[in-house]
């Protein structure tokens, strides 16, 4: 994507660790001031940009606490805020560190890998994992590159998967490869919260190349880079990993 290239990697490290130190308003606002002149660029590709209070909102919450106190202030019954159909973004972001052309194809023989502290690591079929019950969400999600948007989605709620495959449930983490070898972790609380879906459908259809097919985690409590797309393998565990973009600085807990 062209405005990509807009944000050299290291303006966005930077970036991650301006935020890092908290309220360090002037690099923040710059940052957002860029976004919003990737404005222009943006309505040709059809991203949409915040750059409102709420996308200053998450951008600051984000950045305001490290790991470990942002698990600790994690509430698992609060809720990510649900919208109406009327508030989908149309048309609706792609985002990825290659192109929508470039998106790995699953082919037929794809099955979910189920992998470390769970019981049974049998492999799923998408059609036994539309076999299961079904969630849906409108919700928003936040890149930290400096758009939102509103999507809707369907999907297996992870905690139910969990639970039906025997995960120890006081392991740690949960981590996610993906078909373009990109990878990403999440913990036990965000991945037990009733939002957090293993999503098959997207705006009514089956789940697009492009966003994710044939399955992609969907987590409204945590910033855009923690949705997985193209999962080929689950894998519950003690060992903190660092994903594709956790490896670039990005913050690991990365809370809404
Ligand atoms: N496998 C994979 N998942 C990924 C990414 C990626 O490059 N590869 N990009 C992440 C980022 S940064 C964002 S913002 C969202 C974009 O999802 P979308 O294309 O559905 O908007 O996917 C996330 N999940
Ligand atoms: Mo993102």
């Known amino acids: 994507m062209q405005w990509r290239k807009l944000l050299s990697p290291s303006d966005r490290d930077g970036f991650v660790k301006d935020a890092a130190k908290s309220l360090d308003l002037p690099s923040r606002r710059l940052f957002l001031k860029r976004a919003a002149g990737i404005g222009t660029i943006a309505a040709i590709t059809g991203v949409a940009i915040v750059d409102g209070p709420s996308a200053e909102k ?8 490290n ?31 290659y192109e929508a052309k470039d998106a790995p194809e699953a082919g037929e023989t794809y099955e979910l890998l189920v992998g470390g502290l769970v019981q049974n690591k049998k492999a799923w079929k998408v059609e036994a994992l539309q076999a299961l019950p079904q969630a849906t969400q409108i919700t928003q999600h936040v890149c930290i590159e400096g758009w939102s948007a509103i999507g809707k989605w369907r999907g297996v709620r992870l905690r139910d998967f969990l639970v039906r495959v025997g995960a120890d449930l006081r392991a ?24 957090t879906v293993l999503a098959l459908s997207f705006l009514d259809e089956a789940l697009p190349k492009m966003y994710g097919a044939p399955v992609r985690l969907r987590v409204p409590t945590k910033l855009g880079f923690k949705s997985a797309k193209h999962v080929y393998e689950i894998v519950v565990s003690n060992d903190y990993v660092e994903g594709f973009w956790e490896r670039q600085g990005y913050n690991w807990f990365a809370g809404l």
């Open 58 to 65: 998450a951008l600051a919450s984000m950045s305001k606490f």
């Open 67 to 97: 790991d470990r106190a942002q698990a600790w202030l994690f509430d698992p019954t609060r809720m990510a805020k649900t919208y109406s159909q009327a508030e989908i973004t149309r048309p609706y972001p792609f985002n990825a560190f």
């Open 172 to 195: 740690k983490y949960v981590t996610f490869n993906c078909l373009d070898r990109y990878s990403t972790q999440i913990d036990m609380p965000s991945a037990l919260h009733p939002q």
